[in-house]
Structure formats: C-alpha cells, structure tokens
C-alpha cells in the first residue's frame, strides 16, 4: 500500500539556473508493506518519489525503496527531509543510504 506524503513544485530559480524552462513537480508517498505484518506481525517502510516533467509531452520519472525501516516516525522524517530539499527520483537511493549512515552513527555511544 502506498499513503501520499506530500507533493512540491521545484522553485522556478533553481530551475531557470539549471537552464530548464519547464514546471516540475515532484510527489513523495510512504509505503507499507502490510505482507511483512503477517510474516514477522510488525509493518516495514519504504519511500516513492514520483517526478512528473511539464514539457511538450509530459514526462513521468520513479523511483522507490521499499524496505527502509520497522520505524514509521524513521521513514517519516526521511520523508520531509526529501520534500524540503527537493530530492528527485534519481537521488533518491544515495539519500536512503546517507541518512541510515547518519544514524546508525547517532546510535553509537562513545
């Protein structure tokens, strides 16, 4: 099952500095993995990101992760992560990976 999380249009400037000259949206949705619930009774996370281009033709691009966490307040703090800095399909798995990094570090007692 996949929930909408939230939706942004990339900021134009950023756009216009990039040389697009095209709307972009970009849509973040949380995935449940209910299947895991009935295997080991605790639900699994994972992240979609939908970018949808406003060219000519509209073009659709994706991207999704679907088993993240156990956590749901884990992958929820991904997730507005992602949506204030406009991270797009393509990133997406690095992101995963840099923010697991970061916290598996915070983990860590020293």
């Not at 295997?39 to 996370?45: A, E, H, I, T």
């Not at 991904?78 to 983990?107: G, H, R, S």
């Amino acid at each position: 099952m996949k929930n909408f999380f939230g939706s942004i249009f990339i900021n134009r400037d950023k756009l216009l500095e990039a040389g697009i000259n095209y709307p972009i949206k970009v849509e973040y949705y949380k995935i449940i993995n209910e299947e895991e619930k009935v295997k080991k009774d605790k639900l699994l996370y994972g992240i979609q990101i939908i970018k949808t281009e406003y060219r000519d033709k509209i073009g659709v691009e994706g991207n999704k992760i679907e088993s993240i966490t156990n956590e749901e307040k884990e992958v929820d703090k991904m997730l507005t992560l992602m949506k204030e800095n406009e991270v797009t399909p393509i990133a997406l798995e690095d992101i995963v990976t840099e923010l697991k990094n970061i916290q598996d570090l915070q983990k860590i007692k020293i």
